[in-house]
Nanobody, 115 residues
Framework: QVQLVESGGGLVQAGGSLRLSCAAS????????MGWYRQVPGKQRELVAT???????NYADDVKGRFTISRDNAKNTVYLQMNSLKPEDTAVYYC?????????WGQGTQVTVSS
């Protein structure tokens, strides 16, 4: 059974940084696509960034240059380094894994950026 456990959310002032982590268990993830989405109340969940085993990461336009996604296959963990945070980055951030054509989601971690 695949499980995703996120950590690293919290409250930060505008311009600050946070690092999210997501540890996956219950399978082999080296070939999986891993990433992050976010959601605010009343809006659809939206892509933040994804990363495959090979190739360049994919970012939403509004986080390019500020956020960096990375992964450690030995630890089955994906990270999201968020710099220069803005109040509009406030959302619940969800870890995402696509493995063998199935999608898995974490429970979400709140990120709040104060102005």
């Amino acid at each position: 059974q695949v499980q995703l456990v996120e950590s690293g959310g919290g409250l930060v002032q505008a311009g600050g940084s946070l690092r999210l982590s997501c540890a996956a268990s219950g399978g082999i993830f080296s070939a999986a696509t891993m990433g992050w989405y976010r959601q605010v109340p009343g809006k659809q969940r939206e892509l933040v960034a994804t990363i495959r085993t090979l190739g360049s990461p994919n970012y939403a336009d509004d986080v390019k240059g500020r956020f960096t996604i990375s992964r450690d296959n030995a630890k089955n963990t994906v990270y999201l380094q968020m710099n220069s945070l803005k109040p509009e980055d406030t959302a619940v951030y969800y870890c995402y894994v696509r493995r063998i054509e199935l999608d898995y989601w974490g429970q979400g971690t709140q990120v709040t950026v104060s102005s």
